[in-house]
């Protein structure tokens, strides 16, 4: 079982920066890929940015590159996504999730577990 908790959400204008954090419970936080999610109000859940546990690589979803960086602490069981340059239509929730796959990893269904959320609002 993994447990993850988001935080570093809240309110910026249109052009700042966030950056978010997620903290997992599990002892083998390094076996699992990690990914960030958003749900806006009446939207699907959409794929942000995904980090593979095996080499680390990383993906983007087309709406996010060049703006957004995920990272990981293996030490610190502890997942970040650094947000550049916001734009209002990235107000969403977000969350972090975790998966014992390396592939796929733009599909929530590969992802075992999910945090709670957290609001990024960005005003224009």
């Known amino acids: 079982q993994v447990q993850l908790v988001e935080s570093g959400g809240g309110l910026v204008q249109a052009g700042g920066s966030l950056g978010l954090s997620c903290a997992a419970s599990?002892?083998?936080?390094?076996?699992?890929?990690m990914g960030w999610f958003r749900q806006a109000p009446g939207k699907e859940r959409e794929f942000v940015a995904a980090?593979?546990?095996?080499?680390?690589?990383?993906n983007y979803g087309d709406s996010v590159k060049g703006r957004f960086t995920i990272s990981r602490d293996n030490a610190k069981n502890t997942l970040y996504l650094q947000m550049n340059s916001l734009k209002p239509e990235d107000t969403a929730v977000y969350y972090c999730?975790?998966?014992?796959?390396?592939?796929?990893?733009?599909?929530?269904?590969?992802?075992?577990?999910w945090g709670q959320g957290t609001q990024v609002t960005v005003s224009s």
């Open positions: 999730a975790a998966s014992p796959a390396w592939y796929s990893l733009m599909d929530l269904k590969v992802y075992s577990y």
């Open positions: 599990a002892r083998t936080f390094s076996r699992y890929s």
């Open positions: 980090i593979n546990w095996r080499d680390e690589s990383t």
